[in-house]
């Protein structure tokens, strides 16, 4: 799996590859601020000051963002966050639509596909209030040719429970009503387990049927009539056409491929689905959809309109699905649960083509963060920004604790003895073909501060690094300008050798996991301009996949191996990470193909069996899956690899699932 030590990091963030073409200019890149307020919009716009969330760290985050566009990390993006129902931030940034230099304009109209799912539920949830249905209804008493198990239930398909895992359906060709397409679904046998959860797209397919088949309605207009109308969506759609009298204001759509943004969508384009599939389908504004997370905040009721009842909110974000252990799904949104899985600390959801949505009940704090490039990771990076940013609790990473329950004392380091530790640090993994980073160590706030980042991307991990004595430090953040939590995996060492030598070495226990010494600013941007022009082993590996098929990509990939041409990099890592972009996508033979290069490439590498047993996993060959785990566990049982605990409790679970199986 791909546990490398950049997880420990910033949980899921992922290293963006960018292509040093069609660099966008700092001072180019449109912005448009909080104030004035947007017209037509519910809320009210007020400083964040006035709600004790001081201006500067909202700041800050606008600062991160911007430098994400003009380093290529995504097009454009539109962030809005409310506070006890009212909005502290509104911002934009960079392009609608790059190639024709349309600024991104605040509540512009966003294709927010999975996003749609919420809406489905909370048209369920409405059927099952008014008693027409019920969540033990079984699907097959509605769709006799349902193929999956017998005993599948609405609450199943709500919580991805089903055992179905497609996702990314994306393609309705060939069909022009929903009722002929589902009837087609429902004939395909679930690819997993009945009963552990597993996202699929098929789910909310049938639920949209089933509205329809209960309402004798369709189901975008139910939906339209119980839910946009009732809540004054006033820019929220089910149907695209490049004639609707709202086109111009939707945004084009990108796809990261080949070490850039491709623009795969105009607002000219012809619709791509003839009727409303329900698992994704909408078209909204930041705006509309914050009404409808701020209706789900107060208990299902917004500006006195009541949609739901108090209750029936309650289940929907309490956790129905489960991912081994950790809950991950309630009906029709993620949810998060604090580290003893006891109390909610956020749910939301997301839509593939990269938008993102946060929840926060017990701060009363919504954040959306609109973009529209999909496969990129700057989503991913916007999580950690969060993480850092101080605004909610809602996001800490599981692999802090409280400083209270922090073993080692903390130390005091005054503002001058920052000195010597601030500059830039080429830093390696000690790995098989290690990833190059840089750790940029600076002060901000009068404290010191560690970001670290891929040499490919400015976005990266940032934390405040705590002093521990002997010039070795942990990582903590901080809420409220106080330190809350600490990171008790990794330390951090930063000895200097001698007047011109500044070495940095970060353990995770007794292991030196990265190291590298302080450089030269110069040397660094000479290194970073030079490994932008390179080109990756994975991006030629996925461009194959799509223009030619896995038998002639495999033999490509074993000719560039061989070959090693100096103007392409290898990297067990992008490799990696793209099959777990497969994988995501629900492209199994892609994915199991390129793990397979992967472990040709890296034979001796207890990531790349890992890996390939976690897609075996997801298939549910839990044979193969044993197998490869197995020789991953072995490998690193050899090498003392950090890697040794996460396989064997995987191998455990797996155990487990196969017992329970049989």
């Given at each position: 799996m791909l546990r490398i030590i950049l997880h420990v990091f910033f949980i899921g963030l992922l290293c963006i590859q960018l292509n040093a073409q069609n660099q966008i200019s700092g001072p180019d890149v449109p912005h448009i601020t909080t104030f004035p307020a947007v017209s037509n919009s519910h809320f009210q716009y007020i400083s964040s000051d006035k709600l004790d969330i001081p201006t500067i760290k909202l700041e800050k985050l606008s600062t991160e963002i911007k430098s994400w566009i003009k380093s290529q990390a995504f097009v454009g993006g539109e962030l809005l966050i409310l506070k006890k129902g009212n909005v502290i931030f509104h911002e934009s940034y960079g392009w609608s639509d790059i190639e024709k230099k349309i600024p991104l304009e605040r509540n512009s109209i966003w294709c927010i596909k999975s996003m749609t799912k919420p809406y489905i539920a909370t048209a369920i949830m409405i059927l099952i209030e008014e008693g027409k249905i019920s969540l033990d209804n079984k699907i097959i008493d509605f769709l006799p040719e349902f193929a999956g198990n017998k005993g599948t239930t609405i609450a199943n398909l709500l919580a991805h429970t089903s055992g179905y895992s497609d996702s990314g359906l994306g393609d309705t060709s060939g069909y022009n009503n929903l009722k002929s397409w589902v009837n087609d679904l429902v004939k395909n046998k679930p690819e997993r387990?009945?009963?552990?959860?597993?996202?699929?797209?098929?789910?909310?397919?049938?639920?949209?049927?089933?509205?329809?088949?209960?309402?004798?309605?369709p189901a975008d207009k139910f939906i339209y009539e119980r839910i946009f109308s009732p809540l004054k969506l006033i820019e929220t759609y089910t149907h695209f056409s490049p004639d609707s009298s709202w086109s111009n204001k939707a945004n084009s759509r990108y796809r990261w491929a080949d070490g850039h943004y491709i623009k795969n969508w105009t607002n000219l384009s012809e619709p791509e689905w003839s009727f409303f599939p329900g698992a994704w389908g909408v078209w909204s504004t930041a705006t509309d959809y914050?009404?409808?997370?701020?209706?789900?905040?107060?208990?299902?009721?917004?500006?006195?309109?009541?949609?739901?009842?108090?209750?029936?909110?309650?289940?929907?974000i309490s956790p129905h699905g489960f991912n081994g252990d950790v809950p991950v799904y309630g009906y029709g949104w993620t949810v998060r649960l604090d580290v003893n899985q006891n109390s909610l600390l956020r749910f939301g959801h997301g839509g593939i083509d990269g938008t993102a949505a946060y929840v926060f009940p017990e701060e009363e704090l919504i954040i959306l963060f609109m973009t529209h490039g999909r496969n990129g990771d700057h989503l991913d990076s916007f999580k950690d920004l969060l993480i850092n940013s101080g605004l909610t609790k809602g996001m800490i990473s599981p692999a802090m604790i409280p400083k209270n329950k922090f073993p080692k004392p903390l130390i005091s380091l005054k503002e001058n003895d920052f000195k010597k530790y601030i500059g830039k640090y080429l830093v390696k993994e000690n790995r098989r073909n290690p990833i190059d980073?840089?750790?940029?160590?600076?002060?901000?706030?009068?404290?010191?501060?560690?970001?670290?980042?891929?040499?490919?991307?400015?976005?990266?991990?940032?934390?405040?690094?705590?002093?521990?004595?002997?010039?070795?430090?942990?990582?903590?953040?901080?809420?409220?300008?106080?330190?809350e939590w600490v990171n008790p995996h990794l330390e951090i060492e930063l000895p200097k050798i001698d007047s011109t030598v500044q070495k940095i070495k970060i353990f995770a226990g007794k292991n030196i996991v990265i190291s590298g010494q302080k450089e030269d600013i110069e040397k660094i941007n000479n290194l970073i301009l030079s490994t932008r022009q390179l080109k990756y082993i994975d991006?030629?590996?996925?461009?194959?996949?799509?223009?030619?098929?896995?038998?002639?990509?495999?033999?490509?990939?074993?000719?560039?191996h061989e070959k090693k041409p100096s103007d392409v990099k290898f990297s067990e890592q992008w490799i990696n990470f793209l099959g777990y972009r497969y994988l995501r996508e629900?492209?199994?033979?892609?994915?199991?193909?390129?793990?397979?290069?992967?472990?040709?490439?890296?034979?001796?590498?207890?990531?790349?069996?890992?890996?390939?047993a976690d897609a075996w996993s997801q298939l549910g060959n839990y044979d193969k899956a044993k197998s490869y785990y197995e020789k991953a566990l072995n490998i690193a049982r050899k090498l003392n690899d950090p890697m040794t605990d996460g396989i064997e409790k995987r191998l455990k679970s797996l155990k487990n699932q196969m017992l329970n199986k049989n």
């Open positions: 387990e009945f009963g552990n959860y597993a996202y699929s797209d098929s789910n909310y397919a049938i639920l949209t049927y089933l509205i329809e088949h209960v309402t004798k309605t914050a009404k409808f997370l701020q209706t789900i905040l107060q208990n299902g009721t917004f500006n006195n309109t009541k949609i739901l009842k108090p209750n029936t909110v309650k289940e929907m980073l840089i750790a940029s160590i600076y002060t901000e706030d009068n404290r010191l501060k560690i970001k670290i980042n891929p040499i490919e991307h400015h976005a990266g991990m940032i934390r405040d690094l705590i002093y521990l004595g002997n010039n070795r430090f942990a990582l903590g953040l901080f809420y409220n300008d106080k330190l991006e030629l590996i996925d461009a194959s996949l799509q223009e030619r098929n896995i038998k002639e990509t495999k033999l490509l990939s074993t000719r560039l629900k492209l199994f033979d892609e994915a199991i193909a390129v793990f397979e290069m992967n472990n040709e490439a890296y034979p001796d590498s207890p990531n790349s069996y890992d890996s390939l």
